[in-house]
């Protein structure tokens, strides 16, 4: 069924870019600066990706859909308010919505193909004691390379053209295999290796919460549903998704590519932000013993940003208003834990302050991002081992990720590779420019 859907939409957009091609192939896009090769090339428009777009006044949309439109429409388990990630992952790899029957399509290939390998497990649990989980994330993912479908036939002689049919079985493989993953990692560092195998009844996010002995905790079923839906994916400039896309530009396997992808979201700039938020968060507790009134928050922040610090959780790149995925991570915490005290201190520094950055004058977007809030409702539902936070990212960045690497294969994208110049042929640009 899926390979169907896909061999259509493939066909129409390879014949889509193979007009514009021919017709508007000289069309400029932007234009490169100096300061651009200095700046990280922010604001360069250098990529493609059909799937999800981050709008600096709307926030992210997937397949040019609202992601709170999305969590809306996608279907969603029995008395549940949040979608089934396997009906995300049909409308990342389609750009449809899926009907439930479609979803459970996907959450029924996942459950068959869960399962890890012996060697993945022993691997994990030898690992030492004070191995970061990101590294074990990493370390999983690339030592399943062995089972790749897409290094297989490749050695086959796999045509150009149908690269992107072993690189689907490896993107359900691999995205199957994610909360097993991360649980193991999770008991091991956690629970003193107490392993608990899945439970095939439940669909792929709930099970995740079964795996790390949170099961039957209804509210952190949710907060998984949701979680792992609004870290899937956004646009693939960010560096975890870009990784991707270069590694596996060179023809390396999902595998490959998504480990190397996990490498860059460990970094503190990305996804090891929900965990500093959650920090500062925590130190505003423990200065005032408890939540604050708000002048006392506002002296706070001030005094913060005097010692030239930054508010964890505030600004985006791209974004300049509040990013809706924190939005409705706030709505979440409105209805399941409104009292609890760090929530309530996540909620008084929203209102406050933006207004305080608008004055200091600094800062380009003033306001939240995902992570502001994120690692407060973690805590606030037991998962409190900080260091873990960033595989809770990974676990839903790779679904966008191998969804956007089945469609680079697809349209049969080429090898990355940009020229690099050096500071003595910028200074002659510039004389010969003068």
């Keep these: 069924m899926l390979n169907d859907i896909l061999n259509q939409k493939i066909i129409d957009k390879r014949e889509r870019i193979a007009k514009l091609l021919t017709a508007q192939g000289q069309v400029k896009f932007g234009e490169v600066n100096l300061h651009h090769l200095f700046d990280g090339d922010r604001g360069l428009d250098l990529l493609i990706s059909d799937i999800s777009f981050v709008d600096e006044e709307k926030g992210l949309h997937l397949h040019g859909i609202p992601i709170r439109q999305v969590i809306e429409l996608l279907p969603k388990p029995p008395n549940s308010g949040f979608p089934l990630a396997g009906g995300l992952y049909f409308l990342l790899l389609t750009g449809e919505i899926p009907t439930l029957n479609q979803a459970m399509f996907i959450e029924n290939e996942w459950k068959k193909r869960m399962f890890l390998p012996e060697y993945v497990y022993k691997m994990l649990d030898t690992m030492p004691a004070n191995e970061h989980p990101m590294t074990m994330f990493s370390q999983?993912?690339?030592?399943?390379?062995?089972?790749?479908?897409?290094?297989?036939?490749?050695?086959?002689?796999?045509?150009?053209?149908?690269?992107?049919?072993?690189?689907?079985?490896?993107a359900l493989n691999l995205t199957a295999k994610l909360p097993l993953i991360a649980s193991v990692i999770y008991n091991i560092?956690?629970?003193?290796?107490?392993?608990?195998?899945?439970?095939?009844?439940?669909?792929?996010?709930?099970?995740?919460?079964?795996?790390?002995?949170?099961?039957?905790?209804?509210h952190y079923q949710e907060l998984c549903r949701l979680f792992f839906i609004l870290h899937s994916d956004q646009g693939t400039g960010n560096v975890s998704g870009h990784t991707a896309i270069l590694v596996n530009s060179a023809l390396s396997d999902i595998f490959?590519?998504?480990?190397?992808?996990?490498?860059?979201?460990?970094?503190?700039?990305?996804?090891?932000?929900?965990?500093?938020?959650?920090?500062?968060i925590l130190e505003i507790r423990n200065h005032f013993g408890g939540c604050p009134a708000k002048p006392e928050l506002k002296k706070f922040i001030w005094d913060y940003l005097k010692r030239g610090k930054i508010i964890p959780g505030y600004g985006h790149p791209v974004l300049r208003k509040t990013d809706p995925r924190f939005t409705l991570q706030l709505e979440f915490g409105r209805k399941y834990c409104p009292?609890?005290?760090?929530?309530?201190?996540v909620e008084m520094v929203y209102e406050v302050a933006p207004g305080i950055l608008q004055k200091h004058g600094k800062a380009k977007n003033p306001y939240p991002n995902i992570d502001a809030v994120s690692g407060s409702l973690q805590?606030?539902?037991?998962?409190?081992?900080?260091?873990?936070?960033?595989?809770?990212?990974?676990?839903?960045?790779?679904?966008?990720?191998?969804a956007n690497l089945v469609w680079s294969r697809a349209l049969m994208m080429p090898l990355e590779r940009p020229q690099s110049i050096t500071l003595d042929m910028v200074d002659q640009r510039i004389k010969d420019q003068s």
């Excluded at 999983?140 to 150009?160: G, H, N, P, V, W």
């Design 140 to 170: 999983a993912i690339l030592a399943l390379q062995s089972t790749s479908e897409f290094a297989r036939r490749y050695s086959d002689d796999l045509q150009k053209h149908d690269f992107w049919i072993p690189t689907l079985e490896d």
């Design 339 to 345: 009292i609890d005290e760090l929530f309530k201190i």
């Design 379 to 402: 805590y606030y539902c037991g998962v409190r081992e900080f260091n873990f936070y960033p595989v809770l990212f990974g676990i839903g960045r790779v679904l966008g990720i191998t």
């Design 189 to 218: 560092k956690y629970r003193h290796s107490d392993l608990i195998p899945p439970n095939t009844e439940m669909d792929w996010s709930a099970n995740f919460t079964y795996m790390i002995g949170k099961g039957w905790d209804v």
């Design 256 to 280: 490959y590519s998504c480990s190397a992808a996990m490498n860059g979201l460990a970094g503190p700039l990305h996804g090891r932000a929900n965990q500093d938020c959650l920090a500062w």
